[in-house]
């Protein structure tokens, strides 16, 4: 029986200088056997890598990813699929860091089921994808799920299959009802006044300082949202809107029910006809969280107030 070629560890580290050998060592290694090779990391870690590997970094793709992965439901589409995709018959090597020190709470939900969907997104696939976990300033808890989303571990030392190994838990467990905000705006649409829910989203989102192309990018997305519910949903659902901190909230619900984990995470040719759904609300939001069981499914779309 042949063997998963999908490798997908997580690394324990304890310090910079943990990090840099481990990490520069799984790049120089993938170097040397002549593997296309790309790292996202948070950008204090990312010039930590870029240095340690000197003039070796020229030939890494280098990303941040407190930008690119800044919505955890985009790094899979966006950043890993799209590097992999671009070099069919390589065996790839990523490095990628979603988890870190100063995510929020609903960030961290988002993130710990990326993880977790990594496995189902690329069984099968000649890809290995290192995931650093600082285990000094993460809490035990995170530490604890990384156990649970990844099949093998290590650290600088030593590596050892997960005995606790079950994403699917991780990914159940974060599907949960989601807080309710203080205060909103909401209106029930169906095919009817879709453009006023779309309305409702941007007119909150100018009051916040939203305008020009991020200000689209609310209405697409909410767009997006609306139409699903009318596809998907039931034909009808309900738009809040709300801020949330320096966040505007957009959230839609209706009573459809998602069964595909990897929704919104699959990248499309933009050759092929019709509604890209989540996928977009993936690629435009800065967090997106769902909340889905029979006869019932909450999305939410976070939006970063313009500086």
């Not at 595909?260 to 759904?277: C, H, W």
Request: glycine residues 8%.
């Amino acid at each position: 029986m042949l063997a998963e070629p999908f490798v997908h560890p997580a690394l324990f580290y304890r310090g910079d200088r943990e990090y840099v050998a481990a990490t520069t060592e799984f790049v120089r290694a993938g170097l040397a056997l002549g593997e296309p090779v790309a790292v996202a990391v948070p950008a204090a870690n990312l010039a930590l890598i870029e240095a340690g590997l000197g003039d070796d970094a020229k030939s890494v793709l280098l990303l941040n990813m407190q930008e690119a992965g800044r919505n955890p439901g985009r790094i899979i589409p966006a950043v890993l699929r799209e590097f992999a995709d671009r070099h069919p018959g390589h065996h790839v090597r990523i490095i990628g860091e979603p988890i870190w020190p100063g995510r929020t709470d609903p960030e961290y939900g988002a993130a710990a089921q990326h993880e977790a969907l990594i496995n189902l997104s690329f069984t099968g696939r000649r890809v290995t994808i290192l995931c650093p976990y600082d285990a000094v300033r993460l809490a035990p808890e995170v530490i604890d799920e990384a156990a649970r989303t990844h099949p093998v571990l290590r650290d600088v030392t030593r590596e050892w299959p997960s005995a606790d190994y079950a994403p699917e838990l991780v990914i159940s467990g974060h599907n949960r009802a989601l807080e309710e905000p203080a205060e909103f705006v909401s209106l029930r649409f169906d095919r009817t006044n879709l453009s006023a829910a779309r309305g409702l989203a941007a007119r909150r989102a100018a009051e916040m300082g939203f305008s020009g192309d991020r200000l689209d990018d609310v209405r697409l997305t909410v767009a997006e949202l609306g139409a699903n519910s009318l596809d998907h949903g039931g034909g009808s659902g309900t738009i809040r809107v709300w801020a949330e901190g320096a966040r505007l909230v957009c959230e839609v619900s209706d009573s459809g029910h998602i069964t595909d984990p990897l929704v919104g995470r699959r990248p499309v040719d933009p050759r092929q006809a019709g509604s890209r759904g989540l996928l977009i609300v993936n690629l435009l939001s800065d967090l997106v969280r769902i909340h889905s069981r029979a006869g019932a499914t909450t999305i939410r779309a976070y939006f970063d107030v313009p500086k």
